[in-house]
Nanobody, 119 residues
Framework: QVQLVESGGGLVQPGGSLRLSCTAS????????MGWYRQAPGKERELVAD???????NYVDSVKGRFTISRDNAENTVSLQMNSLKPEDTAVYYC?????????????WGQGTQVTVSS
């Protein structure tokens, strides 16, 4: 049973920082990409950042220069350092892992962690 467990969300003032972490367990295949999506109230879920097993990184334009994604392949963890947070970053953040098992690719999701940026 694949599980992704997130930690690190919370309430922070504008301009502050938070670090999200996610650990994947029960992986029986190879993890291709890991990353973070977010969903704000009334909006669609959007990709925030992801990183391939080869280290290729993508960020949504709105977080470039403020967020940094990193990954530990040996530990099956992915982290998101979020600096200079803005109220518009408020959302539920979901970790995901793209896993290849016997030639088939599956996407797994964490339960989500709330990030609230407010004064």
């Amino acid at each position: 049973q694949v599980q992704l467990v997130e930690s690190g969300g919370g309430l922070v003032q504008p301009g502050g920082s938070l670090r999200l972490s996610c650990t994947a367990s029960g992986i029986i295949g190879s993890i291709r990409a890991m990353g973070w999506y977010r969903q704000a109230p009334g909006k669609e879920r959007e990709l925030v950042a992801d990183i391939s097993n080869g280290g290729i990184i993508n960020y949504v334009d709105s977080v470039k220069g403020r967020f940094t994604i990193s990954r530990d392949n040996a530990e099956n963890t992915v982290s998101l350092q979020m600096n200079s947070l803005k109220p518009e970053d408020t959302a539920v953040y979901y970790c995901y892992a793209q896993v290849r098992i016997k030639g088939i690719v599956y996407n797994y999701w964490g339960q989500g962690t709330q990030v609230t940026v407010s004064s």
